[in-house]
Every structure is written in structure tokens, then in C-alpha cells.
């Protein structure tokens, strides 16, 4: 488990992110028929200034790559809402899927796919929330 207090969104807490998934047994189990890369789009909002970008590929419970984006980038989905949204998903305050059922997020790619793998998307977050963060 990570001891020190990482910012958010960083490309530090995204290394730290894809360490931890792959330590994850309960994402392995969920996640073993998953196949499909991710960008993780944080827009702007009163707290945050600059559009963050995280790329994350995962394959079968595991996390291949993940890493803060610097220029362009594409992936099979984009999973795309503000900070505000994203440190109440990383609270464990906003599940994902609702949020995207609600309309708080938006993806670009077969969100069928996504809602399928719903477990999935759990364990990230709960992954996520086990990071000591600082917003």
C-alpha cells in the first residue's frame, strides 16, 4: 500500500494507479475477460485549470500500461468528465456508471461495453480510492 500523499491527478498518482490495479485480485477476477484501452479525460472546472489526460490500457485483470498524456493520443474509450466529478468517483461518493447514466461523464466508444463490465469499473475505483490523494 502506498504511505505517502499523492497529488491528483498527477502523472505520479497514475504510475501508482496501474501498480496497485496489478497487485488487485479482486480487479483480476472482475476483469479477466475485459480487453480494451482507456483515456481518462479530467476537463477543466473552478478547481482544476488544465485538461488532464490519462491513457490506460488493461487486458485480462491486468493493467499494461498507464500514463499521464502529453500531446495526442487514442484509445478504444474516452471516459470524460470534470474534476469536480472525478474526486467524488475517487471518494467512492459517485460510482462511475451511474455518473455516466446520469450524464456526469460522457464516453466516446460502445458504452454497452463499459455497462457490461460494470464490476470492472468498480474495482478501479475501489483501487483508486485506496491511493492517498491530495486534490
Known amino acids: 500500500m502506498v504511505k505517502n500523499i499523492i497529488h491528483f491527478p498527477s502523472d505520479e498518482w497514475i504510475k501508482i494507479f496501474k501498480e496497485e490495479l496489478n497487485k488487485s485480485t479482486a480487479y483480476q477476477e472482475v476483469a479477466k475477460d475485459w480487453e480494451g484501452d482507456f483515456l481518462f ?12 489526460v490519462f491513457y490506460i490500457d488493461l487486458w485480462h485483470g491486468k493493467c499494461r500500461d498507464a500514463y499521464l498524456v502529453k500531446g495526442e493520443k487514442t484509445a478504444k474509450f474516452v471516459f470524460k468528465g ?5 474526486k467524488k468517483v475517487i471518494r467512492q461518493e459517485l460510482d462511475p456508471i451511474r455518473g455516466l447514466i446520469r450524464g456526469l461523464f460522457i464516453v466516446d466508444g460502445d458504452s454497452r461495453v463499459i455497462l457490461d463490465q460494470a464490476k470492472a469499473a468498480q474495482e478501479l ?10 486534490f
Do not use: F, G, H, R
Request: aromatic share 8%; net charge negative; hydrophobic share 35%.
Open 41 to 52: 479525460v479530467i476537463t477543466p472546472d473552478e478547481e482544476l485549470k488544465k485538461e488532464t
Open 125 to 134: 475505483v475501489n483501487t483508486a480510492s485506496k491511493i492517498p490523494v491530495v
Open 82 to 86: 470534470p474534476y469536480s466529478n472525478w
